[in-house]
């Protein structure tokens, strides 16, 4: 049996006739082809696969697509203005080097981007403390946090050259 959802992504909307199982994660990947979302353990742990559901962030395997009928998500596809340019925190993890294999980033980038959402001058203890449910096979947490860091000045009008 198929549960028909509808739903705003990255400004569209669309609609699908999904299986009740459908994790919001697949549907973004299989469905819409968004694969910038990323899938590291389907078990919550890993925050590979984090999207924003009505402005804040949630992990994409834990939700199922049934659940999200009716919101709005934003995809890391859909995070800057237009595809040409970069959000301020796409170029802050750039500049910084804030990627190495890149498959933790945009959760990575979707988690931080909420961080300032809320709090747009975080001290690095809370950039850290944020990202906790991200995981960085790479272990390349210290530019991580820098670029977060340095994103939040460029987001303030506070450009910070990259070092
Ligand atoms: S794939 Fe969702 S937390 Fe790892
Ligand atoms: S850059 Fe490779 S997993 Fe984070």
């Keep these: 049996m198929a549960v028909s959802v ?34 590291g353990c389907d078990t919550s742990q890993c925050g590979a696969c984090v ?9 994409a395997c834990t939700m199922l697509a049934a659940q999200a009928n009716g919101t709005s998500v934003l995809t890391i596809e859909g995070l ?21 294999c890149g498959f933790c980033t945009p959760g990575m980038i979707m988690s931080a981007v909420d ?5 747009a001058d975080p ?9 906790e449910g991200n995981i960085c096979r790479c272990t390349g947490y210290h530019n991580i946090v820098k670029a977060v860091l340095d994103a939040a000045g460029r987001m303030r009008g506070q450009p910070q050259a990259a070092e």
């Design 6 to 39: 509808s739903l705003n992504v990255n400004g569209k909307s669309v609609s699908r006739e999904v299986e009740p199982r459908t994790l919001l994660v697949e549907f973004l990947r299989e469905e819409l082809g968004l694969t910038g979302t990323h899938v």
């Design 123 to 131: 001290s690095e203890q809370e950039v850290r403390e944020w990202l």
């Design 115 to 119: 961080l300032l959402q809320h709090n």
């Design 51 to 59: 999207v924003h559901v009505d402005g804040k962030s949630v992990k």
């Design 80 to 100: 800057a203005p237009n595809p040409e340019d970069l959000h301020p925190m796409q170029a802050a993890f750039r500049d910084n080097h804030g990627l190495q």
